[in-house]
Nanobody, 125 residues
Framework: QVQLVESGGGSVQAGGSLRLSCAAS????????MGWFRQTPGKEREGVAA????????YITDSVKGRFTISQDNAKDTVYLQMDTLKPEDTAMYYC??????????????????WGQGTQVTVSS
């Protein structure tokens, strides 16, 4: 079992920055992936970024590439999502996810086993 707790959400004006944190606990292994997803009302949850715990390989979806960065501090069992140059369309509930895997799995809901409760990000124009 893995427990995930997100923090760092809030309200910011367009062009601003936020850093989300995801603190993980439980059975954590090097062969697992950590990811960030986001969801707005009426839309499917979409994958934003992921990182492989063992070697730090990352994935960033095209719509946020160059603006968002995912990183990890394995000593703190924490994954971060640094979000810069935020846009109103980045407004969403952001969820942390985890999955035991040998590589970063596809960014689809069914491929990720563990989920946090989410943290709201609101970007105003």
């Amino acid at each position: 079992q893995v427990q995930l707790v997100e923090s760092g959400g809030g309200s910011v004006q367009a062009g601003g920055s936020l850093r989300l944190s995801c603190a993980a606990s439980g059975n954590l292994y090097s062969s697992m992936s950590m990811g960030w997803f986001r969801q707005t009302p009426g839309k499917e949850r979409e994958g934003v970024a992921a990182i492989y715990r063992d070697d730090g390989r990352t994935y960033i979806t095209d719509s946020v590439k160059g603006r968002f960065t995912i990183s990890q501090d394995n000593a703190k069992d924490t994954v971060y999502l640094q979000m810069d140059t935020l846009k109103p369309e980045d407004t969403a509930m952001y969820y942390c996810a985890a999955h035991y895997s040998q590589t970063i799995p596809p960014m689809t809901l069914s491929r990720w086993r563990y989920w946090g409760q989410g943290t709201q990000v609101t970007v105003s124009s």
